[in-house]
């Protein structure tokens, strides 16, 4: 209530919460595939007062809590590729900011065989967010594969007459597959100054 000299003046307000959406669920299909696997994550029956706004799909391995987005749409469909060994969170928004988070079943994603050929096939001809995709999974498996690398490396004293040949083996092929995925690595970034 104020007070003036000659005017006394009211108001009411009305203060109203906004809640996050509810009751919807979220799914992925298939429940298995590679890296080049196309998964649909089907979004349904999420209410709102408010309009949704928009569906996030996020990422985070378990060993981390830190998240990495992966997908985003207006529409509750929405198609992706994964990188290996993610869990996938779901964030619902409506229009005023307001989040729900739904966590999706388990999704068993392996590395491909023909890894580079079937990449730098997707790679020509195709939609930009769908070729950002495909570079944010390959980027996120290749570092994965790079903190294994390093832990799997041996090193020997020099003029140690009993080397290990298991050791040998393993380093080797280690090399092998880091040099490997380091020219996969120059081919994906002469393809995206291409498209920059």
């Not at 196309?38 to 990422?59: A, E, K, M």
């Not at 997908?71 to 928004?93: D, F, H, Q």
Request: proline fraction near 5%; charge should be negative.
């Amino acid at each position: 209530m104020y007070s003036f000299e000659l005017f006394t003046h009211r108001n009411t307000f009305d203060i109203k919460l906004n809640d996050s959406p509810i009751n919807g669920s979220c799914s992925i299909d298939p429940s298995n595939g590679t890296m080049m696997t196309l998964f649909r994550v089907q979004c349904s029956n999420w209410t709102d007062q408010d309009p949704i706004r928009d569906y996030s799909i996020y990422g985070f391995t378990p060993n981390s809590s830190k998240t990495m987005m992966l997908a985003y749409s207006t529409e509750p469909t929405i198609y992706l590729r994964l990188p290996t060994n993610v869990n996938l969170i779901v964030k619902i928004r409506d229009t005023f900011g307001c989040v729900a988070h739904y966590s999706l079943p388990k999704v068993i994603v392996t590395k491909e065989d023909a890894l580079k050929k079937s990449i730098l096939g997707l790679l020509f001809g195709q939609d930009p967010k769908l070729i950002g995709q495909l570079i944010l999974s390959t980027s996120y498996l290749f570092n994965e594969i790079h903190r294994q690398s390093r832990t799997s490396l041996s090193i020997t004293p020099l003029h140690s007459e009993n080397l290990d040949q298991m050791t040998d083996v393993t380093n080797a092929s280690t090399i092998v597959n880091t040099n490997e995925h380091a020219e996969i690595r120059e081919e994906l970034v002469k393809i995206m100054n291409n498209f920059s």
